[in-house]
């Protein structure tokens, strides 16, 4: 063999695929080399963390031994393997492994932490039916089982400690101490379960990680609640579900699912199959009371965990339908800057960001924008259901300008590389289509509005007024084409978006009047209110949204465009 024939294949994404990616969408044939693409990287930093571990003391089974067992596991059951090792926590869990060992992160005992990959050859031992006998981690006597669930000893002993994992034929036996420090013993078959099965598998001593089934039965989505890397940082205690709560999840993700099967195959920007998500945390609640809103207030997700998303549970499927697409879109680019350097980004966050309170980096604008133009093919699937045409007019308008907006942004940096500029300049070709769509009039001026009113105000809470004039003086220097920002910026809430949703049939608020339609008496009703409140940001932005909508023109567009500028007098 020569040694050309010894060099490795390299590794390369056809342009038709990037192309589809670019745009904002992702066929199967896309995400599938996405996701090969993951694999091979979270081999790569697999091979660093075990250089790292090499040396270090352990009362635990050596790294290199776990790891031996592991891939012995891997020969006789390759594809659930590599599920394990494409699994959400397992890129969480490397992520933060590293971090630790470079010294940019704390948790527990390293040698416990490092334990993990014990842990994680168990699991794939009991997938394959292959013997081992390890010695793992345990917290307060319960081993956590990546990708199947928690095993606890009875009375188990409390704090950090270590046991003994042996499987053979898919069976775990793990012994480890009490309380009394006796030896404590269990043995089970740990497996995942649907979440409708979990109460004929659950028990004091085995908590099931519970799945959510997709309607057409093809594929089980993780329900995440007790894993201790399913979190966006560092290793966070269980939280697991009441039954209730978790059958809540399920019924909504039916819905859910059933909202997005609806708009056909997935390719284009904004649809979604389901059964690509791995995982979903359910954030904070873990139980039906109290009623949870009808819209996600959170939901986030992390590149190290590719296919995972952060949510808090709402009570409408159309908000949880929307939180699943905008997600994993970031799980799209984050794959994608993993295999393309996309931007040449300082990390300065000065940047607007129609969805922020706060300044952002090129890095969140792209982030940003590839999420959002997801989200508008989201809400422009919907145009055509009845049981959406009354907001889905409104959210396409609004996400599909914003996203634009944030594109101009980026293709204007001077900071995209090749492979950036051909995504951004792709994202705006899909963006101008959809600008070119007509919508209901009344939906459209809402969104427009809602839009300016939100830019108005991040400027007027975010920015200095130039030095000489009256205002917060100057907060360093920006990067060329950027605001100097003020130093005394704190978030701020972003009510109006959502209300801007719907028209109110009898308003009486100000920005209900605004949102009518009737600019005349919202800018009466701001200034009756600025003259009880001078300056209030809230407020003065509404009066010149409301201003420049009566009087519209260059002094118009000049107001709305450097807003700080204007006096606070004036609106009184």
Sequence with gaps: MTTA??????????????????AGGGSAEALAFLERAERARRLLLLRTVLDHLQDLPTPLTPAAEAWRLLKEAAERAPEPVDRLLLAPTTGGWIAHLLRRVHGTATGPPLWAEAGRLNALTVAAALHAGTDTDLLVPLVDGALSLPGLGTACLPEGAGGLTAGRARTRAGELTLTGPDRAGRPASLRCRPRPVPVGDAARTETLHWLPLRTLTTPAGDAAVQLEDLDPYRDLDGPVPPARLDADEARAWQRLFDEAAGILAAAGDAGPPGRLDPAVIRTIVPWERTSLLPEPPPDVRVSASSGDSYGAMVIARPASATALAEAL????????????????????????????????????????????????????????????????????????????????????????????????HALVTALARTLDGWLREPVDPAALTRARTAAALHRTEWRLRNVARPAGTQGAPLAGD??????????????????????????????????????????????????????????????????????????PGSAARRMLARPELLPARLAG
């Design 325 to 420: 697409v905008h997600e994993f879109q970031h799980s799209k680019l984050a794959a994608l800057i993993h295999l393309f350097p996309l931007l040449d980004d300082d990390r300065a966050e000065h940047y607007y960001a129609p969805w922020r309170h706060d300044p952002r980096h090129l890095t969140g604008l792209l982030h940003g924008a590839y999420a959002f133009t997801g989200v508008a093919g989201f809400w422009r699937d919907r145009l055509a259901e009845p049981e959406h045409a009354g907001t889905a007019a409104y959210h396409f308008a609004l996400r599909r300008t914003q996203s634009r907006l944030v594109v101009r942004t980026l293709l204007t940096s001077g900071r995209l590389t090749p492979a950036g």
């Design 478 to 551: 920006a990067p060329p084409g950027t605001p100097p920002l003020r130093p005394d910026r704190a978030p701020w809430p972003d009510h109006r978006t959502h209300a801007f949703a719907t028209a109110p049939e009898q308003p009486r608020t100000p920005d209900e009047h605004l949102a009518a339609g009737d600019p005349a008496a919202a800018l009466e009703g701001y200034a009756k209110e600025l003259a009880r409140e001078p300056g209030d940001p809230h407020l003065l932005a509404g009066w010149i949204v409301a201003r420049a909508a009566l009087e």
């Design 5 to 22: 024939e010894q060099r490795p294949t390299p590794f390369r994404m056809p342009e038709h695929l990037f192309a589809e990616l670019a």
